[in-house]
């Protein structure tokens, strides 16, 4: 069998899908056909991998499998999503992903916001002692000019916005143009294209903090960049919808937008872009064709739903172990449910429970928190892997997998497309 490979996709709006099981790609590619919007079928962070215990050659030959059975023949992309190191590149460009996200978000102070103007002076000196900036007369590059961002929204830098922005973003930048150089060389003069991401920090991005950061990626020369992904006002909660002010968002939006084309083009990318209904007719109709969505963890819900339907017993048992996995598992992530509301909800016996566990939010958030360890370290009662029968189940019932995916994910792109 001649398997796809696949290539960059260059600024076509496009559509992230996570599969953390590697067997979603049959409902992804049914849930995109004649949306418009470009897939990337093999799509995972290195923090996925490490949690399901999958290799980047498992990830991207899932996909490849699925594609080739199904006789894709159009373009699709490939993901090596939130990559921290220099040998992160290595080990998923190695496998044959071409679409490299660089996390910076180590070297982000997220400090920043709160500093007083002495204190970002001498972070400011810190910066300049480490060169970080190298021989560039960086100050003037920023201070004292207008940037003319098109449709009458000029901005320009005070000596504090502009401090602020460099002590917050200033090594990240740095670190960018390191991750930047090892994936051109990596590639090989192979096909390859960038995203940056700064999602996971504390606080939202600023216009102007968002203008620093990518006129730091020209400066810098970071090649091939075609995204790049700014922390949003609001809430984008894993596995539910957006909570925060929708006009708010949609004005902050407009502004990213008419940077990323300044400083590009490259396209915005939302992050924890699953289950964000509410705002996808907004991010439709602002980004237009500047716009890459991921989701990961709303196919791996549809595929648990898959086992609630067809095997209700094990799906109690899975829910039951993740209810005792939350407190520890819960931590690494930026979600509203508490310890108190997973103890009140109730186990799961049939049907009836569907909607707490796999529509609301403190059931989907469990779920979405405990994935790593419901894959990996999770067996029933008699020592079987969670996991394996989770596989098991899809594939015997892989019909009504590909229907829910298709249309579930489908809802996500007709929102979209409906701004
Ligand atoms: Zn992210």
């Given at each position: 069998m001649q398997?796809?490979v ?11 899908f ?9 409902g ?5 056909r ?6 990337i079928?093999?799509?995972q962070s ?25 006789g894709h023949?159009?373009?699709?992309g490939a993901d090596?999503d ?7 590149v290595e080990?998923t460009?190695?496998?044959?992903f ?11 102070n ?5 500093m007083?103007?002495?204190?970002l ?10 060169r ?6 960086w100050?003037?590059?920023y201070l004292?000019?207008?940037?003319d ?11 504090e916005?502009?401090y ?8 990240a930048t ?6 930047g ?9 192979g096909?390859?294209?960038?995203e ?5 920090t ?6 102007l ?6 006129l730091?990626?020209r400066?810098?020369g ?7 992904a700014p ?13 925060g002010d ?7 939006l ?21 289950d ?5 007719p ?6 237009g ?5 991921k989701t ?9 739903r ?6 209700p ?8 172990y ?8 819960r ?5 509203s ?7 009140g909800?109730?186990?799961y ?8 566990w ?7 958030q469990?779920?979405h928190?405990?994935?790593?360890s419901?894959?990996?370290l999770?067996a029933d009662?008699?020592?079987?892997r969670?996991k394996?029968?989770?596989?098991e189940?899809l594939?015997?019932?892989?019909g ?11 809802r996500h792109l ?5 701004g």
């Amino acid at each position: 069998m001649q398997l796809p490979v696949p290539v960059p996709l260059g600024l076509k709006k496009s559509f992230g899908f996570g599969d953390r099981l590697g067997l979603a790609t049959p409902g992804h590619l049914e849930a995109v056909r004649g949306t418009g919007f470009a897939p990337i079928f093999a799509q995972q962070s290195i923090r996925e991998m490490t949690r399901t215990q999958r290799t980047p050659a498992d990830v991207m030959r899932a996909a490849q499998e699925a594609l080739a059975s199904a006789g894709h023949a159009e373009p699709w992309g490939a993901d090596a999503d939130h990559l921290k190191t220099p040998e992160d590149v290595e080990r998923t460009a190695a496998a044959g992903f071409c679409f490299f996200t660089i996390d910076p978000s180590a070297h982000v102070n997220n400090g920043a916001d709160a500093m007083s103007g002495p204190e970002l002076a001498a972070a400011v000196a810190e910066l300049d002692k480490d060169r970080v900036f190298g021989e560039r007369a960086w100050r003037q590059e920023y201070l004292g000019r207008t940037f003319d961002l098109g449709t009458g929204m000029g901005l320009r830098f005070g000596e504090e916005d502009l401090y602020r922005a460099v002590v917050k973003y200033g090594r990240a930048t740095e670190h960018a143009a390191v991750m930047g150089r090892a994936i051109a060389a990596a590639a090989g003069g192979g096909g390859f294209e960038i995203e940056v991401s700064v999602d996971e920090t504390d606080s939202p991005t600023r216009p102007l903090e968002h203008l620093f950061f990518g006129l730091e990626l020209r400066a810098r020369g970071v090649p091939n960049v075609v995204s790049l992904a700014p922390r949003f006002i609001g809430e984008f909660e894993k596995g539910i919808d957006y909570r925060g002010d929708l006009v708010a968002f949609e004005a902050a939006l407009r502004q990213h937008v008419a940077i990323a084309r300044y400083c590009g083009p490259y396209k915005i990318s939302v992050h924890s872009g699953s289950d964000k209904f509410a705002a996808y007719p907004a991010v439709g109709r602002v980004c237009g064709d500047l716009l890459h969505v991921k989701t990961a963890g709303t196919s791996y819900l549809e595929a648990l739903r898959v086992v609630a339907r067809v095997a209700p017993a094990v799906f109690g048992e899975i829910a039951e172990y993740c209810r005792g996995r939350f407190a520890v598992d819960r931590q690494s992530y930026h979600i509203s449910t508490t310890e108190a509301e997973i103890a009140g909800l109730g186990p799961y016996r049939g049907k009836a429970d569907e909607p707490a566990w796999l529509d609301e939010r403190v059931g989907r958030q469990l779920l979405h928190v405990t994935f790593g360890s419901a894959l990996t370290l999770g067996a029933d009662a008699r020592g079987r892997r969670f996991k394996d029968a989770i596989l098991e189940l899809l594939t015997e019932n892989a019909g009504l997998h590909r229907e829910l995916l298709a249309g579930h994910l489908g809802r996500h792109l007709t929102l979209l497309n409906a701004g």
